[in-house]
């Protein structure tokens, strides 16, 4: 376009700021001149084409029209036509500082344009609108159900759902549609509550998908698992497996290698949210074996690869971005103490190469290596390891990048124990006055916090904290909270009221002698002392001597602190009324009272005013402080977050209206899972038999075996895949969506444990493995759930089923006579009163039952028959019921004397009070389904 | 959002692209930003200094290449060495499709900048990772442009 090359070296040739302005301000009139004229579509590109250019040199606040103009061209459904109407939008519609006024004006101007654009058949179109929506809609707004444009906000969030699972979509929608979907759940995370996207949206990481479909899932993925984090198990398989192929294969297709590597940002991005995925699980993440392996050798192997020859600077720059983040979780994979020490011992040998990059990232590492053991003992090791290399770390505090010296002082924030502190605190006061003005604040906070986490002395602490405001620095307004959290600290700790008093009056009076130049800090900090605590030290430093400091720093000192001394001789007048000085302090307000400073002059005028009306019994000494929360912890930089990955739940989650939450707390909803059709079949024939069908239908069966060992059992699930003989599909992305336990999560009444996961793709069978402790008594509503999903063909599946844990199958048989079963059967009565000890259920079966039925059954439960009666029926059984925690005596009546085979009196008599009923309720749901 | 704002400014400090993901910023505080990133950058020194350094809870990654300087944003917990090799990848993208790429290029096709950003940068994240994808994407709207 001739025109607008011309306008651009036009620009490029002005020679001074306000030659461009007047350029431009020609081309601004120009342009909407042009506007007012009708144009063609050539033109209006041009044009809109110049504005954008005017708005990249800034001088946006000049165009406040061509709205309608740029609406043509959006309506125009050529390419380069809607791309740069969309770039206009974009470029036009700015944050004026109110979010929600911002979202408004983007759908009040563009949602028509957008669903039309977005149901377009052509895909390059759909295209151009995925991006917009993408680009323009990131920030801190959550939609609420019913606010303005709600109703547009779903429709928009629902098309771009649809997008993204959709079997047709190529992937250039589908990749950008993800990124799209994952900004707008950001502003609406409620509709996850509303629609049950999630199961099929964690597919996107399976590894069948392609490369650049799971590298824009993995960051929508972390939103996922951060809202609901029981979801976080079904998908570490899917990283494993994609890892896996990057790193151990050393492969992908060819057009994602990047200098010889295998799409390094990939592998970045599948780390970092497996990184995730133990942040947000505070460590207890439970991985099954096999993939924990996988993931070790994973690690191992990174590690292993990084002493390969580099070739040139991208290749070095991706292996090494791969190894630090690999090191970054290896404490998370429970990986052994010399692991850990060889990878800090290499990672301090990287603090001193030349490449600055690698300092800076080796300190990071470190960072949170330290940062993340789990357990107190390895992290000390760890720390000692480093402190014994402390004359490296605090080499780098005179490293010449300020980046370089901000981590450096992380560091030694974060190995600092209770072996060193006193060390590390004293170097790093001797550091302090030479520290770059800039980190001056953050380090004198560290000082200052370190100090009161682990000093033991008290009065260590105040000399420390004395020694450190004393250091002069020309931006002391930056540090008032660390003389302010002093204050707060004495105040509440009487015993040190006396010594600190003496101690800060002698360090002044030191100081003025010495003619040093006292800092502000010191002064404030002094005159409140003095001021509120000086009469206790009376008899060893006169009231006179106490006013005569204060009143030298005066001239000296900045105007806050000289209000503060002030306040400090207004407290003087109330202690010492008839000492000597009293009249240089009315002076001294009389002549304030002409001050030019507001803070200065009200107070002197209040002060004298009290003085001058007898009511200085006014003033009261400091009550204690309430709250004993340390401010300066919010000031501390950022490496407790950089610890914790800087998960934030609360970011990401709705905000609540504050009915439903009253106390705020992060309870996240329980999900709840619809069970399939069918699931009752097999649930009760688990109760019944150790092995036989779990469930069936046309696509898959599952069959199960259980192997009980005391109060351990394991279980082994095969999933066949149903649909491979009708119709010859393959399951895929199969997945345990969650495994979810109904018991107490505090004081759990059994634990469970994956061993081995099912394949991701089934083409005949697979297996899967857990087991169960059980610890103690487990009630009938604490079952377990397992959800699946997988696909077949095109389409999605899920099947929810209850697992019983049921105490029965812990129940051993034991040999028992007649009249030691007798004696029991009355002992338990006595032993648990109120019948606890007992349970009785009348029952009607729709099946006639024999007696050799209902004893093969009571030993197939783990009963030993005592007693049995053929006529009519009458089968007395004894077992053993192990907990982790305890054994209980089980004793079984099964009796049928009216209508004989199907109305039974089952008795149950257990030592445990309340089992009886668990073990009763369970025959009898056994009896009323059939065996 | 992984990355915050995309930047090329030149060594006077002249903006050649400005891409804001993050939108609770308004355009007073970006061009503010601009400016104080221009003088924190170009204050610092390559061989010494590393790429990093952080600025209002974000890492400025940033490296100069002739007398460009490509900056980018992340997020404090992001990969700093990953997301400076993507901006290698954008200069190397930018390189192939302009035929070694200049100053100029950027100045004169500021708009189809835009369109380059979009096809590896989207949404605050990285969106392709192939060179010849985000190359042959190029190419293919290039075809439909028949001005």
């Known amino acids: ?931 | 959002m992984s990355i915050h704002y995309i930047l090329i400014l030149n060594r006077q400090g002249k903006t050649r692209l400005n891409k804001w993901f993050n939108k609770n910023q308004t355009r007073s505080e970006q061009l503010k930003s601009i400016g104080e990133i221009h003088r924190i950058v170009s204050s610092r020194d390559s061989k010494y200094q590393s790429n990093f350094i952080e600025y209002q809870q974000t890492k400025l990654v940033y490296r100069r290449y002739a007398g460009l300087y490509f900056i980018m944003a992340i997020d404090l917990n992001d990969s700093e060495l990953s997301y400076l090799e993507s901006l290698h990848f954008f200069v190397e993208v930018l390189d192939t499709y302009f035929d070694n790429v200049i100053e100029l290029d950027l100045v004169f096709n500021f708009s189809k900048i835009y369109n380059i950003v979009d096809e590896i940068f989207l949404g605050g994240e990285i969106n392709e990772i192939s060179k010849s994808r985000v190359l042959s994407r190029l190419t293919y709207l290039d075809s439909l442009d028949v001005n």
């Open chain 1, 1 to 931: 376009m001739k025109g607008l090359t011309q306008f651009i070296v036009d620009i490029r040739n002005t020679h001074d700021q306000q030659e461009e302005k007047k350029r431009i301000n020609v081309e601004v009139n120009n342009i909407q001149l042009k506007f007012n004229s009708g144009l063609n579509d050539y033109q209006r590109r041009k044009y809109i084409s110049k504005i954008v250019y005017i708005y990249l040199l800034g001088y946006d606040h000049l165009i406040e029209f061509g709205t309608k103009e740029c609406l043509q061209l959006l309506m125009n459904n050529k390419v380069p036509e809607k791309q740069l109407g969309y770039l206009y939008l974009s470029v036009m519609i700015q944050n004026k500082g109110d979010n929600e006024q911002y979202v408004n004006e983007i759908f009040g101007l563009t949602f028509n344009q957008l669903k039309n654009d977005l149901n377009n058949k052509n895909e390059d179109i759909n295209t151009i609108a995925i991006q917009f929506i993408s680009n323009n809609l990131i920030l801190d707004y959550k939609f609420q159900q019913g606010s303005p444009n709600s109703n547009d906000f779903i429709e928009l969030i629902e098309t771009l759902y649809s997008m993204v699972i959709s079997p047709v979509n190529s992937i250039l929608i589908k990749k950008k549609a993800i990124v799209g979907l994952k900004n707008l759940i950001l502003m609406y995370p409620q509709i996850l509550d509303d629609n049950n996207w999630i199961p099929r949206l964690l597919n996107l990481i399976d590894n069948n998908q392609d490369l650049s479909i799971i590298l824009n899932s993995t960051k929508l993925i972390e939103i996922l698992i951060t809202l609901k984090p029981n979801y976080i198990y079904s998908i570490i398989p899917s990283i494993t497996k994609n890892l896996n192929d990057l790193i151990i294969e050393n492969t992908c297709p060819k057009e994602f290698y990047y200098y010889l590597i295998p799409s390094p940002w990939l592998i970045i991005k599948l780390f970092k949210l497996l990184e995730h995925c133990f942040l947000l699980s505070n460590n207890q993440l439970m991985i099954d074996d096999a993939n924990l392996n996988n993931l070790r050798q994973i690690v191992a192997k990174t590690i292993q690869m990084s002493s390969k020859p580099i070739k040139g600077l991208p290749n070095r720059n991706s292996q090494n971005s791969i190894l630090f983040q690999a090191v970054s979780i290896a404490v998370f994979l429970q990986a052994s103490d010399e692991a850990i020490t060889g990878a800090i011992n290499a990672l301090i040998d990287l603090l001193v190469t030349h490449d600055t990059n690698t300092r800076y990232l080796s300190l990071d590492v470190l960072i949170k290596l330290i940062g993340r053991s789990n357990n107190s003992s390895s992290s000390n090791n760890s720390s000692n390891l480093i402190y014994s290399n402390l004359k490296t770390i605090l080499g780098l505090l005179n490293d010449r990048d300020i980046s370089i010296k901000r981590k450096t002082l992380d560091l030694i924030y974060i190995i600092t124990n209770e072996e060193n502190y006193q060390n590390i605190i004293n170097k790093l006061i001797d550091y302090y006055p030479q520290c770059d003005i800039q980190l001056k604040s953050e380090l004198s906070i560290k000082i200052a916090v370190l100090s009161e986490n682990f000093a033991q002395d008290s009065n260590w602490y105040v000399n420390i904290m004395i020694k450190l405001i004393s250091i002069p620095t020309t931006n002391e307004i930056l540090n008032n909270e660390i003389w302010e959290r002093i204050c707060q600290i004495l105040i509440n700790n009487h015993d040190l009221h006396k010594s600190t008093t003496k101690l800060i009056i002698s360090k002044l009076a030191k100081l003025i002698k010495g003619g040093e130049a006292i800092s502000n800090n010191l002064i404030k900090l002094s005159s409140f002392i003095i001021g509120e605590f000086g009469p206790l030290v009376k008899e060893d430093y006169s009231p006179a001597s106490q006013f005569n400091l204060l009143f030298e720093c005066y001239s000296k000192v900045n105007l806050i602190s000289r209000s503060m001394i002030l306040s400090s001789f207004m407290k003087m007048l109330v202690n010492y009324p008839d000492e000597d000085f009293v009249p240089n302090i009315v002076d001294l307000f009389e002549l304030e009272l002409y001050s030019l400073d507001l803070e200065i002059q009200t107070r002197a005028n209040e002060y004298l005013k009290l003085f001058t009306t007898n009511n200085l019994h006014l003033h009261k000494p400091l009550p204690p402080f309430e709250s004993t929360e340390n401010h300066l912890l919010s000031r501390i930089g950022n490496v407790d977050k950089i610890v914790s990955g800087f998960v934030n739940k609360k970011k990401i989650q709705q905000s609540k209206s504050t009915d439903d939450d009253p106390f705020g707390d992060e309870a996240v909803p329980e999900e709840t899972y619809p069970l399939s059709p069918n699931w009752y079949n097999g649930y009760v024939r688990m109760l019944n038999f150790n092995a036989g069908i779990f469930f069936e239908n046309q696509l898959v069966k599952i069959t199960y075996k259980i192997t009980r060992d005391g109060f351990n059992l394991s279980y082994k699930f095969t999933i066949i895949n149903n649909s491979y003989k009708v119709s010859k599909n393959n399951l895929t992305n199969f997945k345990v969506l969650d495994l979810k336990s109904l018991t107490n999560s505090v004081n759990p009444s059994y634990l469970m444990n994956i061993h081995s996961l099912p394949e991701q793709l089934i083409t005949d069978k697979s297996t899967l493995e857990m087991s169960v402790k059980i610890r103690s008594v487990v009630e009938i509503e604490e079952p377990t759930i397992i959800s699946l999903t997988f696909n077949v063909g095109g389409s999605f599946n899920q099947l929810n089923l209850k697992i019983p844990i049921n105490l029965i199958k812990t129940l051993s048989p034991t040999g028992l006579k007649m009249d030691e079963f007798k004696n029991r059967w009355m002992q338990i009565n006595q032993l648990l009163p109120n019948n606890t000890g007992e349970h009785i259920i009348n029952t009607n079966t729709s099946i006639r039952y024999n007696s050799s039925n209902i004893i093969r059954l009571l030993q197939r439960l783990g009963f030993s028959i005592v007693y049995e009666n053929t006529e009519g029926i009458l089968i007395l059984g004894a077992g053993i019921i192990q907990c982790q925690n305890s054994k209980y005596g089980c004793l079984v009546s099964v009796k049928s004397s009216q209508d004989i085979g199907k109305q039974f009196e089952i008795i149950i008599k257990c030592t445990g009070g309340g089992v009886s009923q668990i073990i009763a309720s369970t025959i009898d749901e056994i009896f009323q389904s059939g065996f």
